[in-house]
Structures are given as C-alpha cells and as structure tokens.
C-alpha cells in the first residue's frame, strides 16, 4: 500500500460529521466541474469565475488561492453559489467510489440498494469526529452523500 492510499480514511472510522462553516475545503482545494456545471455558472456569472486546464474545468481561485465564490459571514464561511453548488462541493469531505481505491475495503464498504459501494473522507475536514459510527451517521448523513453522488439527490 503506498502512502496515497493512507489520505484517506474509511467510513467505519468516524463517528459523526458535520460541516463546521470553516471554509478549509473552499481554501484548500481546486473545484473540478462537470460540463452543466460550468455552463451553469458561465451564464449565471461569466466565464471569467472559471478555468480550464488541460482536460477539466475549475472555478476560478482568488491569489490567496480561496474559491472566487466564498464569502465570509461572522465567523463562518459560506458559499455564494449553494444554489448550484457543484457536486464535488456537495460530496466533500466524502469520496463514494465503485472500487476500494483507498484501501481498507472491509471499513469503507457501503451497501446501497444491492450496490457495493466505498466511501472514504478526507481526513482534513475539521468536522469529522472519530469513532464507532453513529446510527444517525451510518443511515442518514453517509446515505445523502452516497446518494448525491449517484444522482438520486441533488
């Protein structure tokens, strides 16, 4: 196992998450869109909020390298686009994937109407809490995400 498949970690191993407003995943990281995605935002906001790079699109970053749509509000930071939020937004700090890309396949298994699906999360995310995962968690918050990620839910 090389040390990519140690950035994340297994669903069975977290307790609980909730989004705590802190803005680090709209700070950290670069927002892939989809092609409806993008042209959703270009006729809303211009081609200028976004990028393209050698085969993907992005949202355009800020030269502190923050998403060009979060703003802050008191102390939390929120998104100017949750309207049309992309997916890839929505499904953070969650990965849902076919295979156990990330390893530990027994501890990120997620069965999902007959489907054998892996889900893993970014350790980054200030809202994990680990532990023995709550039933709240296991059935209703992990079932959102997996279902956002195959399109049930939007």
């Known amino acids: 196992m090389d040390t990519t498949e140690m950035l994340f970690v297994p669903w069975q191993r977290i307790a609980d998450w909730k989004c705590t407003a802190c803005g680090l995943c709209c700070r950290a990281y670069s927002v892939v869109l989809n092609f ?14 976004t990028v393209s790079g050698l085969d993907k699109l992005f949202i355009k970053r800020r030269s502190d390298g923050s998403c060009i749509f979060l703003y802050k509000f008191s102390n939390m930071y929120l998104c100017g686009i949750q309207h049309m939020k992309p997916k890839a937004c929505k499904l953070w700090p969650f990965k849902v994937l076919s295979k156990p890309k ?4 027994d501890e990120a298994v997620y069965r999902y109407r007959g489907n054998r699906l892996y889900v893993y999360a970014d350790p980054m995310c200030p809202g994990i809490r680990y532990g023995k995962p709550t039933y709240e968690f296991a059935n209703s918050t992990l079932r959102e995400f997996v279902e956002i990620a195959l399109g049930v839910r939007r």
């Open 36 to 49: 409806q995605e993008w042209l959703n935002i270009v006729k809303n906001y211009g081609v200028d909020k």
């Open 102 to 105: 990330f390893g530990y396949a």
